[in-house]
């Protein structure tokens, strides 16, 4: 049983409460915020399981146990893929703040998305101190703070959309509490088939249809810095005629325009990665890296001279030391494309792991 988290003072969870006792059921239940299950959105909601015969409270330190300890932040979900840092989301007072950080949990989703008005004030609270620049988030990205995969299509109008969106539990809230239910099951020997790799709803005149993606992890930095303590990889430049080994791995990474800026002017020739970054690339076998300049696609490649983690602490010393992440140090050696060429980034919209003769391909 799922609902909003202000049904724990209603009499109606009361009389749910009472009838499924007499029943016999034993009951957990639960108020979860999103932000601790892997969703970028302070959410909270109510789940309540009940299972026959069994004792009161059941299941309630396994729903507590996979939270995080942080709530997770837009950023650490979508890196700079949404190319901004401040967005506007409707208040329903204007006693209340309406411009949130990605540094940030989303604010709940909700079933309107209305723009900023004209005449908005910027509130106390707001992380801003003026209006340039900022914009209420698209449909597609709030359907994407709900979890809903990329490939995820909605059918109905752009009011019915919006309803369809705010309304539903996020995607990875459902898993959380799903996947928690089935590792109950399997200590108690019950035959369960848990799909976590690929997932398929049939299409129909009412029903969307996705086919999701792979399952992507996220890389936990801390432990490939136990695995690697030194250096990840220490690579020698290839020498042949072209100066490439189209067989070698290749990484392509949604990177913000000024930072390829300065990467292009030599003002820099490195690349932290974000907080998210997937675990399903083989650091140890990377050799090429190319930057993805947001709504252009690709042009320039670089060579990996050495993979290791690190922090931006170590050139700006602001930041957290303890704030992992990969670093790459890098080299330029040539402009592969006479102009950018779009790609898809295959994961989270964000990186691509590949080959580089699968890019040459494309010329």
């Known amino acids: 049983m799922e609902n909003v988290d202000r049904i724990i003072k209603t009499n109606k969870l009361v009389e749910a409460k009472r009838l499924f006792k007499e029943a016999g059921y034993g009951l ?8 601790y299950c892997g969703v970028p959105q302070k959410r909270k909601r109510f789940f309540m399981v009940g299972v026959l015969g069994e004792k009161d409270g059941f299941l309630d330190a396994a729903l507590n146990a996979g939270q995080t300890k942080e709530p997770m ?41 209305r723009p900023m008005p004209d005449g908005y004030e910027i509130h106390s609270n707001d992380p801003v101190r003026s209006k340039e620049g900022i914009r209420p988030l698209t449909t597609k990205e709030r359907s994407l703070i709900q979890t809903f995969p990329e490939e995820f299509h909605f059918e109905g109008s752009k ?15 459902a898993e959380y509490v799903a996947s928690t239910v089935a590792a109950y099951l ?28 792979t399952h992507v992890s996220l890389m936990k930095f801390d432990e490939v810095a136990k695995e690697y303590p030194d250096k990840i990889i220490t690579n020698k430049k ?22 390829i800026d300065l990467l292009l002017d030599g003002s820099i020739n490195v690349y932290y990665s974000g907080k998210k970054f997937p675990s399903t690339v083989e650091l140890n076998h990377l050799y090429y890296f190319m930057p993805y300049r947001k709504s252009k696609g690709i042009r320039d490649l670089y060579y990996i001279k050495v993979a290791r983690v690190g ?17 790459f140090e890098i080299e330029f050696v040539k402009q592969l494309f006479p102009d950018y060429k779009p790609i898809r980034l295959s994961i989270w919209e964000t990186f691509t792991d590949t080959k580089l003769e699968k890019i040459l391909q494309m010329e």
């Open 238 to 259: 290839v020498k042949d005629e072209d100066g490439l080994d189209p067989s070698k791995n290749l990484l392509v990474s949604l990177v913000k325009n000024d930072t």
């Open 186 to 213: 399997a200590k108690q020997g019950k035959d369960i088939t848990v799909v976590d790799k690929k997932k398929q709803i049939e299409h129909s005149h009412r029903t969307a249809m996705v086919a999701m993606s």
């Open 159 to 173: 009011t019915d959309i919006e309803q369809m969106i705010g309304n539903a539990v996020p995607v990875n809230l």
């Open 28 to 35: 957990s239940f639960k108020i979860l915020d999103a932000s």
């Open 73 to 113: 932040t837009m950023r650490d979900y979508f890196g700079d893929s949404l190319g901004l840092e401040y967005y506007y989301r409707h208040p329903r007072s204007y006693a209340r703040r309406g411009i949130f950080s990605i540094d940030e949990p989303s604010p709940t989703v909700r079933g309107v998305n």
């Open 311 to 327: 922090s931006k602490h170590e050139v700006h010393p602001e930041a957290d030391p303890n704030d992992l992440r990969l670093v």
